[in-house]
């Protein structure tokens, strides 16, 4: 499946239109080309969802940073917190934390995030929502957007499909980050990606 073309097809289709977009972002990198992309196209709102990220001092980093890269942006684009809640994410995780990265605790993770974006969209009334992960070489975009439209049919929203890292996304994250200084983190969120 081409994900990416799917996205091309939604948005030709919005003939000028601008929906609303819950977009979860997972760090402020991953958003920078995201938002680039899809600012000019949607009504964005951030939703800062990653229970996975540890420890906190990490975690409102990344949070600190995304707010940061908006203001340097210009966009007038709201960040919406959501609760930390670590605990989730490690009883998610029991039984699969020696797996490595990219395997069955990564997609529960996906879902996980996904959950949250979809219920929070549907709470308020979002037309669409989406997620940065598939910007990243190292995440399952199949599994991200199946996980998507899965929660898509059970909350009642429109999932928008995607694969950020076609049209050279990731490269132009990198070039992003670099105008921007952003704080470009060495490992994905989890304490186990950390040790990995
Ligand atoms: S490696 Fe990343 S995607 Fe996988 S479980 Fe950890 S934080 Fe989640």
Request: net charge neutral; hydrophobic share 35%; charged share 30%.
């Amino acid at each position: 499946m081409n994900y990416d073309k799917e996205l091309d097809n939604i948005i030709c289709g919005l003939n000028g239109k601008k929906p609303s977009l819950l977009l979860h972002a997972c760090c402020a990198p991953c958003s920078s080309y995201v938002l680039e992309y899809l600012n000019s196209h949607f009504n964005i709102t951030l939703f800062f969802s990653n229970p996975n990220i540890s420890p906190e001092e990490e975690y409102q980093k990344r949070l600190r940073e995304l707010e940061r890269l908006v203001a340097l942006m210009g966009l007038s684009v709201k960040i919406i917190e959501d609760d930390y809640t670590p605990q989730e994410f490690f009883d998610m995780a029991k039984g699969l934390e020696a797996l490595p990265e990219g395997g069955e605790r990564c997609r529960k993770c996906y879902r996980l995030r996904l959950l949250k974006a979809a219920a929070q969209a549907k709470q308020d009334g979002f037309d669409y929502f989406c997620t940065t992960l598939s910007i990243s070489p190292y995440k399952n975009a199949q599994w991200i957007n199946e996980i998507g439209e899965e929660l898509s049919e059970k909350f009642g929203v429109h999932f928008l499909p995607s694969d950020f890292k076609k049209k050279n996304g990731y490269k132009r994250s990198i070039e992003l980050s670099r105008k921007y200084d952003l704080y470009r983190q060495n490992f994905c969120g989890c304490v186990f990606s950390k040790k990995e």
